[in-house]
């Protein structure tokens, strides 16, 4: 599974980059503070625009609520790289081994079940 998708993990760490230049930040706290309030921000806003889908839409994906879903999930993508640069983690990395985590639970027959490591 992660040698088909070498080449393109450098651009992740080409977009947390450009993240990078957009990126301000009130001047208190940690730095990563500020981006992990802001993932968990977002990620509730894409459950807002699901949540409406089902009471306004009948359940039914319109294609201006999918878009409305699209541009909530790329400031899910820019809060998670920029968390990431924070802790010094490069996002290529944490692309690379989430996918080595889920190969290898699949693999074992674990991709069902509870906890971290199984």
Partial sequence: MLKSFAMGFSDFDKYQKE??????????????????????????????????LFRDDGGKLTKERKEEIAKELGDVLWYLAQLSKELGIKFSD??????????????????????DNR
């Fill in 19 to 52: 993240c990078g230049k957009t990126a301000v930040y009130p001047k208190i706290g940690e730095k990563f503070v500020y981006p992990l309030l802001g993932l968990q921000g977002e990620t509730g806003e894409v459950s807002e625009k699901i949540k409406k």
């Fill in 94 to 115: 944490v692309a690379k081994g989430n996918l080595k985590k889920l190969a290898s639970r699949k693999i074992r027959g674990k991709i069902h079940g509870d906890g």
